[in-house]
């Protein structure tokens, strides 16, 4: 009975690996979609958001059906419960970079961000990037520490969103109030990208500790 539960939860465990691997590839094919105007590429990602909604629902059901028959106490419940959390956040960022995507279609074939804004997209693409892959690798392997440098990286992408916002409220800004809208709705979709990303770092901190992840303060 026991092996059967550790088989489980690897069965989880790579479930999770792989819906970080797919939010990663989806926020990258979005950025590639919105900063070159790529209409296939915008597409891609639409259609697969349905294919990141489907892992969140296998690991709810893995979850649900080992709570049931298995009735885990101590840290086999805390690996439980935070499978069900990093999840739901995973299904967020899938859901954020389909926003990224759909916002790049809606404005095809003219790109949605101006030239004046493509730095900063860029790096916060990179930020984005570079947390998913983090997640992906505490996942696959836990890792205290690595999940602490998602609030780091977190930082960065705050200070980014702020520039931006720098960019967007200057006199001189020339594009009018729609396309400093969407470029507002586009930061945000980063900036909660991030969070997210946060969020599944503590939820690793919890299952490795017992104990909640400090709070950034």
């Given at each position: 009975?026991?092996?059967?539960?550790?088989a489980?939860?690897?069965?989880v465990?790579?479930?999770?690996?792989?819906?970080a691997?797919?939010?990663?590839?989806?926020?990258?094919?979005?950025?590639?979609?919105?900063?070159?105007?790529?209409?296939?590429?915008?597409?891609?990602?639409?259609?697969r958001?349905?294919?990141?909604?489907?892992?969140?629902?296998h690991?709810?059901?893995r979850?649900?059906?080992?709570?049931?028959?298995?009735?885990?106490?101590?840290s086999?419940?805390?690996?439980?419960?935070?499978a069900?959390?990093?999840?739901?956040?995973?299904?967020?960022?899938?859901?954020?970079?389909?926003?990224?995507?759909?916002?790049?279609?809606?404005?095809?074939?003219?790109?949605?961000?101006?030239?004046?804004l493509?730095?900063?997209?860029?790096?916060?693409?990179?930020?984005?990037?570079?947390?998913?892959?983090?997640?992906?690798?505490?996942l696959?392997?836990?890792?205290?520490?690595?999940?602490?440098?998602?609030?780091?990286?977190?930082?960065t992408?705050?200070?980014?969103?702020?520039?931006?916002?720098?960019?967007?409220?200057?006199?001189?800004?020339?594009?009018?109030?729609?396309?400093?809208?969407?470029?507002?709705?586009l930061?945000?979709?980063?900036?909660?990208?991030?969070?997210?990303?946060?969020?599944?770092?503590?939820?690793?901190?919890?299952?490795?500790?017992?104990?909640?992840?400090?709070?950034?303060?």
């Amino acid at each position: 009975m026991r092996d059967e539960f550790r088989a489980d939860l690897h069965t989880v465990s790579q479930l999770l690996v792989d819906m970080a691997e797919g939010v990663r590839a989806a926020m990258r094919e979005a950025t590639r979609a919105l900063l070159t105007a790529d209409r296939q590429a915008a597409e891609t990602v639409i259609e697969r958001d349905a294919e990141i909604d489907d892992l969140y629902r296998h690991v709810e059901e893995r979850v649900c059906d080992l709570l049931a028959r298995q009735a885990p106490v101590a840290s086999d419940l805390r690996a439980m419960i935070t499978a069900l959390h990093v999840a739901a956040d995973l299904e967020r960022m899938g859901d954020l970079a389909d926003h990224v995507a759909k916002t790049a279609l809606r404005r095809h074939p003219s790109p949605a961000v101006p030239a004046e804004l493509r730095p900063v997209f860029t790096d916060m693409a990179g930020i984005a990037d570079r947390m998913a892959v983090k997640i992906g690798s505490v996942l696959a392997k836990p890792d205290a520490d690595l999940a602490a440098e998602l609030d780091r990286d977190d930082d960065t992408m705050d200070d980014l969103h702020k520039s931006l916002f720098g960019v967007l409220l200057g006199d001189d800004w020339p594009y009018g109030v729609e396309t400093a809208i969407d470029a507002t709705l586009l930061g945000r979709f980063y900036e909660r990208f991030a969070d997210h990303a946060v969020n599944c770092g503590e939820h690793v901190v919890y299952l490795i500790t017992g104990q909640a992840a400090p709070s950034a303060g």
